[in-house]
């Protein structure tokens, strides 16, 4: 990582930066990726040179490419190196090439990493890093074998034994030590000469945070009174000389090397640093062959799983030490708010000064030039290492391993009532340092907020002091943010952040982003719609109004202008009633709301996945509402409530998939969780039922434009059955088109996959859905009555399909009449097919086959499958998985049972009117007429798929997904190719290579030569 390495790892991989030595800086916009073109020889030439100049033909292009001045400032020194042979490049050509595909540019960009050494040398860079880490942690005491006592400095590893080791000697052992000396020439951060010997200057404070916690010990000791009570610094084995290499008796100025060492890091961005290349290249060695440079070969050892265990749980405590120091010293960074203000404000002042002595030369009568372009623009890229992302970085460790977000916990011993009049002592989790102080911080800024919630929502994944739920993170964050716990002991001179105020900011969210009647209103469901319908208020609108256009909802507009939302959080309104209030004019989400929505919507999916109690609690809050239109109704909103109505309105996809993680994580809890139901009570979860109704209100599956459902669709050219995916043959794979439903926000789902995720190749939305769905099936089983206000054919049976004749073909590659969808990488693909496969294996499990006899009751039949489930675990030997692939009995629920029994009889469903609609108000399929089928279950839809001697749609999917990427090791392929794809990636740290933007650099580079 030095400009000076000479290992042969950093002379065979310097790659991309002109051939120097040490890990590079990777261009993602054109020296160090693939042409964009299938055949061009300027770009063939440009490649094989090592590429061009990374330049951009937007500003936009041109501040990806770089972060900071530093790093635009090695970039240009890059530059040069390839300045003379991009001149001499043959003139562009005529005609513009054909372009490659996005996938097989991508294959090529990976391909070209590994063959090239990269991946592997920021491997060998990272494990360097992290044996540096350990042997820099001072915690740990290494006792010498013969003497039985601590090591000597630098002898068995020990390279800064704890300060007893010095007490009562004469100082030598550190301030002379040859091996401290060279450490410290080489990490001290007040020296000129040791920064500028560092190539990598981001890895280089990752050096520094680990010098600065060998030196943390001794630090303290000075500055704390018994530590400074020594008449003589020496007896601690510390000088407070100056550094070294400045002259005076050459010791270590501790303190001021320890404080400057955690100020320069994030000023370096190793952070990001960390947070995006260091943590990716965790565990990931390379075993191809010298002989091999083929993307393909790129494979990991067996050891691969424990060597990234032990490196994420290594950095989790040195992390969570580093911040600990942070805010022990109180250098903790700013928000990237303050950051701003505070530049914008110097600029501001630097430019004032100028117009001071341009007023002052005129008065003198110097001729002056006339300043009219004002202050200067603040250029974030010079932006260091902010609050944001110091805790970016823990939510990172804290995803990657969730055992090491207790490192971020503290412990503390409570007493609680054995009986008898006993008390007894146990070891709980409690705030740390680091919390305590982040919860004072975002009392007083607003900006701090979202980094507060993203810090509770990866605590939660902490497990617990005894193994328990009630001790693991989850429920000490639940305790917190339900009142029953605090933080600080002076907490009341700030207000409590709860449940009710992480609810009531994304109901306002909702009701701020949610487009104004009239604008496309037949679209979307509003939330006052969600509102009602969970109200006993009578209401004189009839429940199918808003599928026929009737009612005045709101729709997804993404125009408007760019005015912020910003959620009045801090005001307590779970007290008084809630009107809405909203603004005339269009709101959009700024950085700071879109931060803070993925955080509260986080904060509530990781504390309800993992505490029974806390799903309970954010179940029962009902916030008092007033409808928006004047009427002055008031209802109450429910946590679910509010969760759907935020879906109804234009948000981005990664915030829309969240809703759905956390509304699926909300239902997960049972009955027998709770009180015990009484006897022929449903078993399924209410919460779960209750979003069925929700899922079925807002129409996320546009059932009454799909032609096999609708009598309103049927016959139209605008609209298209799903169930006909794969079953038309098309000309030829070149001429299918990229999309097969209209370009409409009223197809809801269906349109944001083929029309918003599709573009970028990722599927946020679509997979959080998608795990909506299976656990809805898992939870609560398929409602045969789901939907039979409206519809004829009531049941689940559309959005089973929506995933079985939707997604699934589309995904891979099975509709006939459709190109496949794109992937931005195998991760994203992998991750949609498994969450579409998710809601068939979900449905399946669910589904229990009837008997032949219909004399059976319904304990006899429960009976019975008892006796076929035990037969299973016994003589089958599947007692390992037998809860994966058998539901409960007593989840048997009599109402599906009866629906089960009727999908082996062939009755009709009569209408009893002529028109579209029944005397009820239901919508006819017209495709068939006066009458319908009666609906069948979605588990006997799929088991006939898969069953059937014609081998059906799904049947063939099953099969290319069992039989690709290797068969039985399909997995281990896959998960071979997300991993070399995720280095190589990481090396580009915030930057991450795009097609279109290298395709319009080397655009801008070809009109430049002309």
Known sequence: CRSRSSCGGCRSGGGGGGGSSGLPLLDPLLMDVPSPYLEDGLTTTTMMMGGGIGSSSSS???????????????????????????????????????????????????????????????????????????????????????????????????????????????????????????????LDPNSQTAEESWKRRDVWGILLISYALLLRPAASQLVSPRGGSSSSPQQSGFN?????????????????????????ASQLKSLTFARLSLIPSFGMPSTMSSSSASATSHRTTSDDASTYDFFVSIFAEFTAQYVDALCHTGNIPITRKEWYDEELNLAQSEWMEKDQKRQFGMWAGHAVEEDIGGPRPVNVMDRPDCLEDVFALIS????????????????????????????????????????????????????????????????????????????????????????????????????????????????????QLSPEEGDDSSKKVSSDRIRRSNSTSDTTESSSTYYYGAGGSSSANTSGDNSSANSPIRQGTSSSSYSSGKDTKRKELDEVGRSTLMSLLCLISNVATRSAAAREFILSIQLPAMDSDGTGASYLDGSLEILFSLLTVPIPPEIQGLAFMAIANLIRSRPTEGMPKASGESKKSQAALRAWELLEICQFVPIKLLSQYSS????????????????????????????????????????????????????????????????????????????????????????????????????????????????????????????????????????????????????????QYSSNVNAARVELGLAPIISEIFCSAEDIDEEDMTAAIQDFRNEMIYSQEDGGMNAAGQMLEASFGKKVPFPKTPGFSILTNILSTNKGLLFKIIMKLLAEHGGANGVQECNKMISSESLARSLFRETPPNLAYTKNSMDFHAQQRQ
């Open 60 to 186: 936009t292009n041109a501040a990806s490419a770089a972060t900071s001045s530093w790093y635009q400032q090695q970039l240009q020194q890059q530059q040069q190196q390839y300045q003379q042979g991009w001149n001499q490049l043959p003139p562009p050509p005529t005609t513009m090439p054909k372009m490659k595909d996005a996938k097989e540019w991508n294959d090529e960009l990976i391909t070209n990493l590994w063959g090239r050494g990269q991946p592997q040398l920021l491997q060998c860079v990272s494990t360097l890093l992290m044996s540096i880490t350990c042997a820099f942690d001072s915690r740990h005491v290494l006792v010498n074998r013969e003497s039985h006592g601590p090591n000597s400095f630098g002898v068995g590893n020990a390279l800064f034994p704890p300060q007893t080791h010095f007490e009562g000697s004469s100082g030598s052992g550190v301030v002379n030590s040859p091996a401290l000396t060279a450490i410290h020439s080489r």
């Open 240 to 264: 407070r000389s100056p550094p070294l290499g400045g002259g005076g008796s050459g010791g270590v100025d501790v303190k001021s090397t320890f404080s400057k060492c955690l100020m320069v």
């Open 396 to 511: 990172c460790i804290c995803a990657c391993n969730p055992d090491g977000a207790q490192a971020f916990w503290s412990t503390a011993e409570e007493q609680h009532d054995a009986g008898e009049g006993q008390l007894e002592v146990s070891i709980v989790l409690a705030p740390s340092r680091c919390l305590r102080m982040l919860d004072l911080i975002q009392a007083e800024s607003d900006s701090a907020l979202f980094v507060y919630l993203s810090f509770l929502s990866s605590l939660a994944l902490s497990g617990g002091t005894d193994g328990t739920e009630a001790s693991n993170g989850a429920s000490m964050v639940h305790s917190f943010l339900s009142g029953n716990r605090t933080m600080n002991n002076h907490s009341e001179r700030h207000m409590h952040f709860n449940w009710n105020n992480a609810l009531s900011a994304i109901r306002w969210y909702a009701e």
């Open 712 to 863: 309103y669709a049927a016959g139209t050219s605008a609209t298209t059955s799903m169930s006909t995916f794969g079953r038309q043959q098309n000309h030829g794979t070149s001429d299918l088109p990229a999309t097969c439903f209209p370009q409409s926000s009223e197809y809801m789902m269906i349109y944001q996959l083929e029309h918003v995720e599709a573009e970028v190749g990722t599927y946020p939305a679509t997979e959080g859905f998608l795990f909506l769905l299976s656990t809805l099936v898992k939870y609560a089983g398929c409602p045969s009555n789901l939907g039979s206000q409206w519809r004829l054919r009531p049941g689940c049976a559309p959005y089973i399909e929506y995933v079985t004749d939707f997604v699934l073909p589309r995904a891979t590659g099975m509709s006939k009449n459709v190109k496949t969808l794109p992937f931005a990488s195998v991760a994203d693909e992998c991750r949609l097919i498994n969450r579409a496969m998710e809601v068939v294996e979900a449905v399946l499990v669910r589904y229990v086959v009837p008997p032949m006899s219909e004399k059976k009751t319904f304990d006899e039949i429960k009976a």
